[in-house]
């Protein structure tokens, strides 16, 4: 029997593997508890019991829990300072092969983004992304590639115009900008991280997570990126004291690996 929310989030860790000790409590709390009114239970115990018996309401918790929210080219000033700027930097200093992570990726507008971008130095057979985030089913809407005419709003006409394909009230996703990209589930909390990158993309997500599991992640990004290479974070997530994670302001949102930890 669960009887308050520390009980539940010993059963969630244990049903999805997922820590909700490691977001910030007041909010996910606020959201678990506007879910459970929604779906017309009386408390965390009858919740849970409806998460196991009940494949459409776990794959709705697990999709309502990771905040999927994203869109292409979002917050189009820092996309400038990546195009004209950063990649080329990363370019001059690693070459042309660059090895490039998109992680919690969401419905993939931020890799297909990067990879449109990427697109204009070098040829789309030389690109390579892992993109990754921990809700499975948003991966498979990822995979897909298919939007809503509001969710492309941000594409610049030139790479609408190349990489998109009108499908009734939709747009898909041209195969070429596909295979640029490797779409993976993965945990930021508790999988192991890919190594060697040149840049790290991870934006509007860390928000939700404590200071210590914030820590516990930047300290991860230095160890994934090459020395120099760069990480890329949203508009509100800002590294406090980044040099205590090696890294230092490149630009605003950007911040280069200057060291080991």
């Known amino acids: 029997m669960i009887k308050d929310y520390e009980g539940f989030k010993m059963e969630i860790l244990s049903l999805t593997k997922i820590d909700l000790n490691a977001y910030k409590e007041r909010q996910m709390k606020r959201r678990i508890d506007s879910l459970i009114k929604k779906n017309g239970v009386s408390d965390y115990d009858a919740y849970v019991k409806e998460l196991k018996n009940n494949k459409e309401v776990y794959e709705e918790f697990i999709n309502y829990l990771t905040i999927n929210v994203s869109e292409f080219f979002r917050n189009t000033a820092q996309w400038d300072v990546l195009e004209k700027e950063i990649f080329p930097y990363i370019f001059n200093k690693f070459g042309k092969r660059i090895k490039v992570w998109s992680a919690a990726c969401s419905t993939g507008d931020e890799p297909y983004s990067l990879a449109m971008v990427l697109s204009k130095f070098i040829p789309l057979n030389q690109i390579q992304i892992i993109a990754t985030d921990i809700d499975k089913q948003i991966l498979s809407k990822a995979r ?6 509001k969710s492309i709003a941000g594409v610049p006409k030139e790479f609408k115009d190349k990489y998109f394909e009108k499908i009734g009230a939709s747009f898909r996703v041209s195969d070429d900008i596909k295979k640029c990209i490797t779409f993976k589930e993965h945990n930021l909390l508790k999988d192991a991280y890919p190594d060697q990158l040149d840049l790290i993309v991870c934006r509007n997500v860390l928000i939700y997570f404590t200071e210590e599991a914030k820590s516990d992640i930047y300290t991860k990004f230095n160890k994934s990126l ?34 080991d930890i």
Not at 144 to 149: K, L, R
Not at 251 to 259: E, L
């Open 226 to 259: 090459k020395k120099e290479g760069i990480l890329f974070v949203g508009s509100t997530e800002q590294i406090i004291q980044s040099q205590r994670y090696s890294f230092e302001t490149n630009k605003s949102f950007f911040y280069k690996k200057i060291g």
């Open 144 to 149: 897909e590639g298919i939007y809503n005419e």
